[in-house]
């Protein structure tokens, strides 16, 4: 098992597109208008795709629900039975451009956030923050409070923010993440600078927006800034249509996505095409909340890790060091762990900077060659789901060195 | 120089006082309407007062050109003929709720933030920030561009926070300061994140503002988030709101203010009534602007150390690693004279937090006695003002022995 200097080359270039990348928020629009390859009849759900029937748990239950607030079916039974025979189409949101937060449920009437990498034309798309209740689609849960919650971002959010991103002609978005890296968040599992950063940008707009009721603009403002979460989606578009810039590299062993089912964990590899290379679940150290125990950890699925990709969330945790709170750990293991993971990445990320490590760049681009030589896997901040649906946590987890192991093989390794 | 269980009690009571204060800016005014004492002909300056002979350099510059902006005097001989004659006062600040940044010039007609300490009625004020321009007539500035700006923020920016201020019924200053802790600043230097939640809590308002004209909210809005500073202001009001709070406690040897003029710093002790004890100048460590050299540092005044005096700014600055790129040091560093200063302070802060020594509250409330007995100096964060005015860097000072040592000597110790 060893690189060769034509994976070298190859990683330069795939890190030098990863951190050349601009990605610019366009717009915000109804998937089925925007979305290549999206149809009426489409649910998209995170994860290397699975045939309908191995879907389970939490993300059958979110992929239901997707289709019965689309009102593709009248009940779950009917749901499911469009999906087992075809009439619905279940599919992953990767291959779409779009990147889904846990369960990561997209329909076509659902509003995306549009970013365009201005420098490789790359796109990537991703659904809105539902709101801090621990009840939402994505976390697997579908009832009429999610429902109108869903409804409430559709009709006043989406729109609200479509028309400001337009109005202003466009939100660069690296400005907004490399500011929020200064002011304790990671863009993954903590995004409250970024999220006000972002509402910062859209004020001007707002106070300008004549077609928007005011009210609409007020609980934009409200959802904008609640809690950490909101500019989440806009930093997992963000890092899709930077990671797809750098997809395709020959002889590139630099990931260009993690992500995960409810059954399995997958990556994405520049130079091994489109395939993706599958292993078990990760393995989790989490934090819960309150009341809730481990045995109810569940997976249903998470494309965030995206995030990681690109040298942010658990590549980045010495700049948050405010998630112990939320996720667990201590300020020196996050330090410490943050430096272990320069051994596995191409370089150090120019715009992504890290003030207690003397601003030094984020390790970015993951090459599967040095994970398996260091045995040092790539760590994730993610949001934890409950078996009965909701989130009940957060923590850290650690992709599988199978599927690393096994790119490696697929080189020649 | 033994303290007494006396001492031990009555630091205790001001400790409890600085920790249980609650700041909430209720207004945004002239100096004469709310400011008691002030008088048309009246100009505040920064550090225990001095007799206007006194006054030099930068600070008497600024002193000169309070008036001239006042329009108390046709050019700068006939102000200083004035307030030699007593026709023209000058006087410190702190007497009369203020504080100053730097020079700290309060004119009559100039805005104040009034903040009311709700808990034990203590009222603190602090007139505006001027702008990024390194020109200002609070680091010894004053001519026709630095006329123009005073007047825009009188004209334009004051009147839109005061409407949005009194629209929202006040705004609690407490749970900003606290939040803005958690990511990246220490109220002093660095008041990037409180700014932005500062313009935060002002937008459902100003969507609102029926009499106040689009464009000045939109230039509100602008200089609120311009830079790291706008904060600034209302974390010194709220500050001496705070610490008027713990004053005049018999037998407490906490200390209550901490400020200089161009002459000399000087310290309020809570026991030991209102008399400055005054002493040389700070020791600076500073990093300087392109272009500059030591030579011209210059003291004109400041009286933003009240920040420390409530365990902000350099008490706090483990909590804001970023400010390394911007006043020097090292983030080792920081934490470990951060850490030092437990060592002098009565407790720790149950509201304002440190993330990365595990939200440890921060070293509130220094006392004389452990000042000296450990001879740790307390450590503050300030702006650099160059001897042709102007702003020229940014550093840490520490506070001179001499004045702890000599209150100490007043206790009888």
Redesign the interface.
Known sequence: MNRSTEHDAANQEAFERLTTANPVLTDVAPAIDVVPGMTKNTVLTSGPPLPWEAYEGGQRDAIIGGALFEGLAGNAEEAAEGFASGELKVDGCHDYGCVGSLAGIYTASMPVFVVRNETHGTVGYCNMYEGKSPKRLNYGVYDEDVREQLQFIGDKVAPTIGAATRALGGIPLKPIMSRAL???DELHSRN??AS??F??EL??A???LADVP?SD??DT?EIL?EDHYFFLRLSMAAAKAIADAAHGVENSSIVTAMCFSCAEFGIRVSGLGDEWIRGPHASVQAKLFDGHTEDEISWMGGESPITETVGLGGFAQAAA??L??YQGG??QAMVDRNLKLYDITQGENPDFHI?????RGTPTGIDVFKVVQTGILPMMDIGIAGKGGGQIGAGTVRAPMECFEAAVAKFGG
Request: glycine letters at 4%; a positive charge; proline letters at 13%.
């Open positions: 200064h002011m304790g409250t600078a006000l950063l509402a910062r004020m001007p707002f106070l300008d005011r603009v007020r403002m800034t060091f405010p112990q709170a201590d300020p003030p207690f490590l003397k601003y």
